[in-house]
Every structure is written in C-alpha cells, then in structure tokens.
T-cell receptor, first 114, second 117 residues
Framework: AQSVAQPEDQVNVAEGNPLTVKCTYSVSGNPYLFWYVQYPNRGLQFLLKYITGDNLVKGSYGFEAEFNKSQTSFHLKKPSALVSDSALYFCAVRHNSGYSTLTFGKGTMLLVSP | GAVVSQHPSRVICKSGTSVKIECRSLDFQATTMFWYRQFPKQSLMLMATSNEGSKATYEQGVEKDKFLINHASLTLSTLTVTSAHPEDSSFYIC?????????????FGPGTRLTVT
C-alpha cells in the first residue's frame, strides 16, 4: 500500500520569507511524486512532479521540491512567499506503473501574511 | 497544461432525486478518469477509476449502485448520484489521464459542489 504524510495542518509564513511544506511518502518500488495546490471551492492545480532524473524539481509559480530517496521525502519550497500563495497544498504519490492511482496527503494550509 | 471541465459547478437537489455530473477532457484524450470526493478541510478520497469503454473500478466502501460512472468516450465521463441523500452532499472532483502515451500528470476538474436538501 502507498501512503503520504503531510505532518503540518497549517504553515504560517510572512511575505518575502522562504517557505517549506513537508511531505513524506511510502510506496513500493520507484515513486512518482506530485504537488498540487487548491484554492477555495476549486479543483486541484498541478504544481510540479518528480518522475526521474534530477532530484531538484522546479515547477509553477516559483515553487520547487527536492526528492530525497533516503528520507522518502518530497518537501515543497519557495524562496520568497507571496500572499497569493495562501492556499491548500497536497502532496501525492503513485507507483511508477501506468495504471497506478494517486494517493494524496491530507493537505497543508499555507497562510502567507502581508 | 491540459484542461478538464466539470458541469455543473454547483447543484442543489432534493433528497431522493438523482444528479448527473459531467467531466470532460478538452484538449486531450483521457483513457482513464478518476472521481474523487472531498469533505471540508479534508483530502481527496478516490471513489472510482474508469477506463474508456470499461466498467468502473470502485474503491472499497463506495456503493457502485449509488454512484454510477460512465466513461463512454475518451473525452467524457459522468457520475450519477442516484437517490441522493443529505449525507451525499460533498465536493466531487474528477480527474483525467492519458495513459497510452505514458503521461504522468493527472489533470483535475474544477469540482462540483453538491448539496442535497
């Protein structure tokens, strides 16, 4: 079985400061890892993914994430937070077979204060 | 990126009636579509997976006779909530993926807010 842990229900950061949203995963074999963002009453927007290759993945809106196999982590980061980054962030994992399904973490609310 | 649309975005229905939600992939062919349910401040729970032209595969605990899923074409899937009850009120999100080309992303629709009165 595969699982995702997002240990923080909420992350608070001041605008302009760096932010980190944590994610650890468990999956048999090689993982495909994703980050999505959800704004109120909206669907999920894709931010970035790790499939293979460089462990540092750059995505939309200045976000990046680092795949760490030994720590089974895929933390989301941004060097300088914006108030508009405030939203619900989901980490997701699936096995690297074509028909595997995504498993989501519980989500982390990011609040960026002015 | 690819676009997935859902219709309607919001629906209010009376208890005992049925509601159909449509999910369309607008600029790609979705060999596989997924239906999720999300409760307030909670994560997405996968309800079922459907492959085009095949019967849907339901997750444990999801009533297949209550949540009817049809994936008749590569661009359209529908979820029908039959004999809806207030406990079915939720945010339903569809998602689509083209597995033929080894694509990895799963694209999500904007969601449908169902309220059963």
């Amino acid at each position: 079985a595969q699982s995702v842990a997002q240990p923080e229900d909420q992350v608070n950061v001041a605008e302009g400061n760096p932010l980190t949203v944590k994610c650890t995963y468990s999956v048999s074999g090689n993982p495909y890892l994703f980050w999505y963002v959800q704004y109120p009453n909206r669907g999920l927007q894709f931010l970035l993914k790790y499939i293979t290759g460089d462990n540092l993945v750059k995505g939309s809106y200045g976000f990046e994430a680092e795949f760490n196999k030994s720590q089974t982590s895929f933390h989301l980061k941004k060097p300088s937070a914006l108030v508009s980054d405030s939203a619900l962030y989901f980490c997701a994992v699936r096995h690297n077979s074509g028909y595997s399904t995504l498993t989501f973490g519980k989500g982390t609310m990011l609040l960026v204060s002015p | 990126g690819a676009v997935v649309s859902q219709h309607p975005s919001r629906v209010i229905c009376k208890s005992g009636t049925s509601v159909k939600i449509e999910c369309r992939s607008l600029d790609f062919q979705a060999t596989t579509m997924f239906w999720y349910r999300q409760f307030p401040k909670q994560s997405l729970m996968l309800m079922a997976t459907s492959n085009e032209g095949s019967k849907a595969t339901y997750e444990q605990g999801v009533e297949k006779d209550k949540f009817l899923i049809n994936h008749a074409s590569l661009t359209l899937s529908t979820l029908t909530v039959t004999s809806a009850h207030p406990e079915d009120s939720s945010f339903y999100i569809c998602s689509a993926r083209d597995t033929r080309q080894g694509a990895h992303e799963q694209y999500f629709g904007p969601g449908t807010r169902l309220t059963v009165t």
